[in-house]
């Protein structure tokens, strides 16, 4: 038996894991359903290109969190970048953001913007994004990019929209405005992510390997959890395997958690899209170095394009990659990706000129849990349902497990604090330990270079 139990070995489930060692704390055990851990922080490579399961680019406010990467990556290296992002909207790119870059756009689309803010109504309050939007940025930025670029991000109606999540939207005044409609400029200092750190050779997954060959703890892989007994306090995997705990950190989707429980009616309440993401390699360099454009407008199927061969070591000398992202709410059936595919080639032909024949490599990942869906149901249960759980011992942390939009900064801070909170718990019964918890004889564990996942491409 295990006093911890981790389930899901992505970052959140990791940063636990590390920062209960860090603490001499090694009475845990940590299971990944996949056959490598990472979660949805990992890489694939193919004929010489890389691509991250979509953009993957650290950013976080602390300093001392990217010391700690640093330390925790040893040989490995992160480089930094200053974000070069854009909109695309009316034929023109313009800089992110777009509350503050109207220059090159229609003049009609210019006043629109300027009039509604000037003429927002401040004093309105709801918890309603549409409102939110109205309140601080007025109907002309709602109308030609807010309204149009969250409807597709999340495929769910902007009025039914909570505001939980908009915590990262910048905001701006008059003066910026305007200064930004009457001249051309890039300011790489507005957003949260206006710069982002990356591992030097590419591919994100160097980051969350290097998490894994820090613990002297066993990961256990392919092991996903099937049964959860909150009375006797036992998880049983698919393998067959059952684990007793104490106390069960899951980092897995709060909606795949309930149904486990036998809470359907609660688990079906939780609305999370799926995106699918659509990777391919090029024969030709796309010069200019932007590193992601948004979409707004509803004429292109995608909502965003990353570009990881602006990055060293991403795609072949001569050769660039795109990371096409697409959302839906439906469930992404072959008939839906394969509409979805031919439409997203024919406005890459539009946009960037790329034919069929320039497509040197193609890797489609579909992400079943993407965007969580901020609605009202969210807003008034969500806190109860995890309350719920910890009344049971369960505490379900991290991007999915506590039902949130989140970064990978916040990610590892989630591991830290959870660690921290056991921690305190158990510090008048346990003692730091000198030896590493030994595996269960019957189930195997990774060897401390995971192996890649195999990616079947979907056609």
Request: glycine fraction near 8%; aromatic fraction near 12%.
């Amino acid at each position: 038996m295990a006093r911890v139990v981790i389930i899901g070995a992505g970052l959140t489930g990791l940063s636990v894991a590390y920062n209960l060692e860090q603490q001499g704390f090694f009475d845990y055990a940590i299971f990944e359903q996949e056959s490598t851990v990472g979660g949805l922080c990992r890489s694939i490579r193919c004929d010489g290109f890389t691509f991250d399961y979509t953009g993957h680019f650290f950013h976080s406010p602390s300093a001392h969190m990217i010391d700690f990467l640093h330390t925790i990556m040893q040989n490995s290296s992160l480089s930094a970048h200053i974000r070069h992002s854009y909109i695309y909207s009316h034929d023109t790119y313009t800089p992110y953001p777009y509350q503050t870059n109207l220059y090159g756009l229609p003049t009609e689309t210019i006043i629109d913007c300027i009039m509604g803010f000037v003429q927002r109504q401040t004093h309105k309050k709801n918890g309603n994004f549409y409102t939110w939007i109205h309140t601080h940025f007025g109907s002309g930025f709602a109308r030609h990019f807010f309204f149009p670029y969250q409807e597709k991000i999340f495929d769910y109606p902007v009025s039914k929209l909570r505001t939980g999540w908009v915590q990262g939207v910048p905001h701006t005044t008059l003066e910026a405005i305007l200064k930004g409609a009457l001249q051309e400029r890039v300011v790489d200092s507005i957003g949260y992510n206006a710069q982002f750190w990356y591992p030097t050779h590419g591919g994100i997954d160097h980051l969350i390997h290097a998490f894994g060959h820090a613990l002297k703890n066993p990961l256990y892989t392919n092991c996903s959890a099937v049964v959860l007994d909150t009375h006797k306090k036992i998880v049983t995997f698919s393998n067959g395997h059952s684990e007793p705990y104490e106390y069960l950190i899951s980092t897995i989707p709060l909606k795949t958690c309930l149904d486990i429980l036998g809470m359907k009616k609660e688990a079906d309440k939780l609305l999370v899209n799926s995106v699918l993401n659509i990777n391919i390699g090029i024969d030709c360099d796309i010069a200019d170095q932007k590193h992601w454009v948004y979409y707004p407008e509803k004429k292109h199927p995608f909502f965003r394009i990353g570009f990881p061969s602006h990055l060293r070591g991403m795609a072949p000398e001569g050769y660039s990659s795109l990371s096409i992202e697409i959302a839906t709410l439906k469930k992404p059936t072959p008939e839906i990706i394969g509409n979805l595919t031919k439409k997203t080639y024919e406005h890459l032909e539009k946009i960037f000129g790329i034919q069929p024949r320039d497509i040197v490599s193609e890797q489609t990942l579909v992400l079943p849990h993407a965007y969580v869906i901020y609605n009202l149901w969210r807003e008034e249960h969500i806190d109860s349902l995890l309350r719920y759980l910890e009344n049971q011992s369960i505490y379900s942390i991290g991007r999915y497990g506590g039902w949130k939009y989140a970064s990978m900064h916040d990610a590892i801070t989630d591991g830290h604090s959870m660690a921290q909170k056991l921690i305190a718990h158990f510090s008048a019964t346990f003692k730091p330990a000198t030896t590493v918890k030994q595996k269960p004889a019957h189930i195997p564990a990774i060897t401390k270079k995971p192996g890649r996942r195999l990616i079947k491409e979907i056609s």
